[in-house]
Each structure stands twice: as structure tokens, then as C-alpha cells.
């Protein structure tokens, strides 16, 4: 559906149940319908940076385990 569509010609292209739903909401309906989508996009985005800081955290650990495998590897070929 387009952006910029005028509401009467949006409606028209919507399910008939879609349009039967919208037509009961009240203003304040639309105003909880609203903060719910935004709600949701917070969420979404907050999720998103969690996956990421734990991805981080377990690439470091990981990296770290590496790393301190490998000095401990030198360090025994340095003492014979």
C-alpha cells in the first residue's frame, strides 16, 4: 500500500475483516494501536544490540581462551 495513499482509497485496498476492525476503533484504540508499534520497534531494536553485546562477549571469551592458548603453547617452546 502506498504512503502517501488518501484514506478512502487505502481503505478500499484492505481485506474486508481489515476494514470492518478499523471502522469499530475508537481514538484512544488508535492511540494505544500507536504506542504499541512503537513499543514493538524498541523492542526489536533493543533486541538487536543485546544479540550483538552477547555475540561480542562470546567472539571475545572465544578469542581469549585462543589467545591464552597459544602464549601458553610459545611459552613451552621457550622452555624446552
Do not use: C
Not at 6 to 34: G, K, Q, S, Y
Amino acid at each position: 500500500m502506498k504512503e502517501q495513499a488518501e484514506p478512502v482509497n487505502a481503505m478500499a485496498e484492505l481485506p474486508h475483516e481489515t476494514r470492518e476492525f478499523l471502522a469499530r476503533l475508537r481514538p484512544d484504540d488508535l492511540e494505544t494501536l500507536e504506542d504499541g508499534v512503537r513499543l514493538v520497534n524498541a523492542v526489536k531494536t533493543v533486541g538487536t544490540f543485546f544479540k550483538w553485546v552477547i555475540v561480542g562477549l562470546l567472539g571475545f571469551v572465544v578469542g581469549t581462551v585462543m589467545f591464552y592458548e597459544s602464549i601458553a603453547k610459545i611459552a613451552g617452546w621457550l622452555r624446552g
